[in-house]
């Protein structure tokens, strides 16, 4: 079976008894079948929407292009103010100005990378496939340190600090500056993770993190725990039915966060309480985004729903893109733009998901979800190239 854009693996990260030894990574690859599609046993996949004609409702240009080489799976763009940081599989990362897509400056983690860059402006980090976090200044090099597991989540760099989330469901701290391990946070282990980028963010004070299938509040100073809120519960009777990770972008409005649990639910925590607003089933892979009003993701079947911030309702849900294999989406001005596994870019109205206009890219898939860096819709495509657009 070909490999299909957006599916899902899995990092396995020790040994199962009756099972092979793995000493790094062992990586299973399943394709779910919500998630592409039934492609055994002679079914095919359903065919994806048909789009039709192209009536454009708002104006949208393309104001640059650029090239950076594949990216890692599902690695998003960094934005830093005015700049965007990227990092290709190959280990090269460069920050771009966002409004102009011109090179600010290109260095290299020396090494292939399995996670996206991580920036605060001064700095940028990466993680490599030998399991190694690696920071720059201005492209160079200034320290790389041995981490306890392969991480798929761009290290988070704040407050003077590296924080990497690795498989093994542990968070480390590093001084930016030196790369001195400051603390480890291990939670106990499981038999399945995601090979996928996870949740990793500042909240105030807090280090938010998604550990299985909760999010987490940890002193970033010490690595203590300050609360616990649960997303979502382990169900099945196997691992793969159990698996509960947090996925992808987070949306986050003042203390509230809302996150995705892998094909299980989407919910709401306010990180100043540690409390779960709400949580509502659903069943997707990508992350989240949002405004004060409403939260909006992508299912696994090409469905683009938007629930309510408040209370979890559904305010609409837009079938207009089934089986298209979607990103998560970012709200730009009165649209959610979401790519899909063709390298179309899609932009719905925030009001009801009808469809506003859409956009071309190079055909090869849009590789994560957009960002918008100032005024510039930023879009990265599985073959690394990197579009920059001006909504209106």
């Known amino acids: 079976m070909p490999r299909l854009p957006f599916q899902a693996q899995f990092y396995k990260p020790f040994r199962l008894p009756g099972q092979w030894n793995i000493a790094g990574a062992a990586i299973i690859s399943i394709a779910f079948s919500l998630l592409l599609g039934a492609c055994s046993g002679g079914t095919k996949r359903p065919p994806a929407a048909e789009l039709g004609a192209n009536t454009p409702l708002i104006g949208v240009r393309q104001v640059w292009s650029n090239r950076i080489g594949e990216l890692p799976l599902g690695a998003a763009p960094a934005v830093v103010g005015g700049a965007v ?73 704040a407050g003077g600090r590296v924080f990497v989330l690795a498989a093994d469901r542990s968070v480390s701290a590093f001084d930016g500056a030196n790369g001195a391990k400051l603390w480890v946070q291990q939670r106990p282990g499981e038999a399945l993770v995601l090979k996928q980028p996870g949740t990793l963010l500042a909240v105030g004070d807090t280090l938010v993190v998604g550990l299985s299938g909760r999010l987490v509040g940890i002193n970033p100073n010490n690595g203590s725990i300050r609360w616990e809120a649960p997303v979502a519960s382990p169900r099945g009777t196997n691992e793969v039915e159990r698996l509960v990770d947090i996925v992808g972008r987070a949306s986050r409005v003042g203390d509230v966060v809302c996150v995705r649990a892998f094909q299980a639910s989407v919910g709401c925590v306010n990180t100043a309480r540690g409390a779960l607003v709400w949580t509502k089933p659903a069943s997707g892979a990508e992350g989240l985004h949002g405004d004060d009003r409403l939260v909006f993701g992508t299912e696994g079947d090409g469905k683009v729903i938007a629930w309510r911030r408040a209370d979890g309702e559904r305010a609409w849900t837009s079938e207009r893109l089934l089986y298209r294999y979607l990103s998560a989406p970012i709200v730009v001005g009165r649209s959610v733009v979401v790519g899909d596994s063709t390298g179309l870019v899609h932009l719905l109205s925030r009001e009801d998901g009808s469809p506003l206009t859409r956009l071309n890219t190079d055909n090869s898939g849009v590789a994560a979800g957009p960002v918008l860096a100032g005024e510039t819709l930023i879009v990265v495509t599985r073959n690394g190239g990197v579009y920059g657009f001006a909504p209106e």
Not at 86 to 95: I, N, Q, R, W
Not at 99 to 114: K, Y
């Open 85 to 157: 940081v990227l990092a290709s599989a190959d280990g090269t990362v460069v920050s771009m100005d966002a409004a102009t897509g011109r090179e600010q400056w290109r260095g290299s983690a020396g090494a292939a990378v399995a996670t996206g860059a991580g920036s605060d402006g001064q700095r940028a980090a990466v993680v490599t496939r030998s399991n190694e976090v690696v920071t720059l200044e201005a492209g160079k090099e200034i320290w790389r340190a041995k981490l306890p597991a392969q991480s798929y989540t761009a290290p988070l760099v």
